[in-house]
């Protein structure tokens, strides 16, 4: 049964920016990176830059500059060491979801690198089944306890993350401005009438410098 993120089953209320993007009918279909991608993924990074959405590195990008990044995230996902997923939506691409295992930490731990969504599917709706399926997969795949990630102290993804139950668990300073780290913990413990999800956050994050956003590539390793 999928993850049930926290506040997934209470009354949305969605701030009017984020409604004013859920225009597209149908949902979100996922499937694997493929090279045939990688055009359109530029093209959708380049527009978020445009749009002036918070982000790591605020320039547009060539192929020569991002093609190599998008290619060692591919060999990354084909060894295991990496889970990336395109997000389609009415048969065209809408976005993506890129992270990887954190090997040295104590609790297995996935941060998650980047998620994208193009202006025209962006929304709470899409972000979470973007995330859910991503930490479905990152659950079969490496049987993670934890999930880290951060953002933009000015990036929307901050909030959409905290309404999926990520908690701030402080704010870095970096060459691109303020960053939060958020994280959630995921326990599973057993009961007579079944298995019943505990979510449960605390502690640090200092693993990482990835960044996840709603509408950012704010981690240009993936």
């Known amino acids: 049964m999928p993850e049930k993120f926290e506040g997934q089953n209470q009354e949305e209320n969605l ?15 996922f499937r694997e990176l493929r090279e045939g991608d ?3 993924m530029l093209q959708i990074r380049n527009e978020v830059v ?8 605020r320039k547009p990008k060539t192929e020569q500059e991002y093609f ?5 995230t591919l060999e990354e996902s084909k060894s295991g060491d990496a889970i990336c997923l395109i997000a389609e939506k009415g048969g065209k691409l809408a976005g993506w979801i890129g992270g990887g295992l954190i090997k040295e930490a104590e609790l297995p731990t ?16 899409n972000f979470r089944m973007l995330a859910q399926e991503w930490l479905e997969r990152a659950k079969a795949q490496w049987g993670v306890k934890k999930l ?3 953002t933009s102290v000015e ?5 959409l993350y905290k309404r999926l139950g990520f908690k701030e668990t402080g704010v870095r300073e970096t060459e691109n401005g ?19 999800n505990i979510i449960h956050s605390s502690v640090n994050m200092k693993q990482t410098n990835t960044t996840a956003s709603l509408d950012t590539r704010p981690n240009e390793r993936r």
Do not use: C, W
């Not at 190599?68 to 060692?72: A, I």
């Not at 303020?178 to 019943?196: C, P």
């Open 68 to 72: 190599p990044e998008l290619r060692k």
């Open 178 to 196: 303020q960053y939060v780290n958020l994280e959630k913990i995921l326990l599973r413990s057993a009961t007579r009438a079944g298995h019943k």
């Open 110 to 125: 996935a941060g998650i690198g980047v998620a994208i969504l193009r202006k025209e599917a962006r929304g709470f709706k």
């Open 38 to 40: 990688f055009a359109k």
């Open 148 to 150: 880290i990630t951060g």
């Open 50 to 57: 445009a749009d002036g959405a918070p982000m790591g590195n």
């Open 15 to 29: 701030a009017p920016e984020i409604e004013a993007v859920e225009q597209e009918k149908g949902k979100l279909t």
């Open 155 to 159: 990036n929307r993804a901050r909030t």
